[in-house]
């Protein structure tokens, strides 16, 4: 039953709770990429798949990992990332491998989460090309965390894939869900104050 049908016919919020606890789990557990798809059968161990990338974490191989971040107190993005136009939010380096990890962080609407994840993919597609014929091993992973606090699957992906799982990850995504949520009901209470700019 759909929520406009449910209203037509002056069903109580408490009447469509009762009635439909599958629809709510369901959707909980689709929104926090927890429903048992074959990716999460093998990251939840229950199925064993040797092709799968879950496998073995991305930052294995190597221990002179750095990480950067697009802001003035952290440290500076590796040369060959300073050099050009681009500015990824986060970039994971390794020199002895010439391994770069760009982090793409968006916290878009909810309705906008693949439309955020598939532009910032194209947005760096012809950089990491370059990268890589240069000799680098390049990827881009987008993140969204939606503006209403809902996380998406690639922040739980990027976590599994960099190895912090367990509690780590489920805090690490709870502060991330909270931070944005936060965020926009600050902007939200603010929303008719006009901004001074000083020169």
């Given amino acids: 039953m759909h929520w406009d049908t449910a209203i037509q016919r002056s069903l109580t919020w408490?009447?469509?709770?009762?009635?439909?606890?599958?629809?709510?789990?369901?959707?909980?557990?689709?929104?926090?990429?927890?429903?048992?798809?074959?990716?999460?059968?093998?990251?939840?161990?229950?199925?064993?798949?040797?092709?799968?990338?879950?496998?073995?974490?991305?930052?294995?191989?190597?221990?002179?990992?750095?990480?950067?971040?697009?802001l003035p107190e952290w440290e500076r993005h590796p040369d060959v990332i300073r050099k050009t136009a681009?500015?990824?939010?986060?970039?994971?380096?390794?020199?002895?491998?010439q391994q770069i990890i760009m982090v793409e962080l968006t916290v878009p609407y909810?309705?906008?989460?693949?439309?955020?994840?598939?532009?910032?993919?194209?947005?760096?597609?012809?950089?990491t090309k370059e990268l890589k014929k240069d000799?680098?091993?390049?990827?881009?992973?987008?993140?969204?965390?939606?503006a209403r606090g809902f996380v998406g699957s690639s922040a739980y992906g990027i976590l599994s894939k960099l190895s912090i799982g367990g509690n780590k990850r489920t805090k690490a995504l709870r502060l991330l869900a909270e931070t944005a949520e936060n965020?926009?009901?600050?902007?939200?209470s603010r929303r008719n104050e006009r901004l001074l700019h000083k020169d």
């Fill in 14 to 70: 408490n009447d469509i709770w009762h009635m439909a606890p599958l629809r709510i789990s369901f959707l909980i557990r689709s929104v926090y990429d927890l429903l048992p798809s074959n990716a999460n059968l093998v990251r939840w161990r229950k199925k064993d798949d040797p092709t799968s990338s879950l496998c073995q974490g991305l930052l294995d191989g190597c221990d002179d990992w750095v990480v950067s971040a697009d």
């Fill in 86 to 97: 681009l500015r990824p939010d986060i970039v994971i380096y390794s020199a002895s491998t």
């Fill in 110 to 127: 909810e309705s906008r989460m693949e439309e955020a994840h598939a532009f910032k993919e194209r947005k760096h597609l012809d950089f």
């Fill in 135 to 146: 000799g680098y091993e390049a990827k881009v992973m987008p993140v969204e965390i939606g």
């Fill in 183 to 188: 965020s926009s009901r600050w902007k939200w």
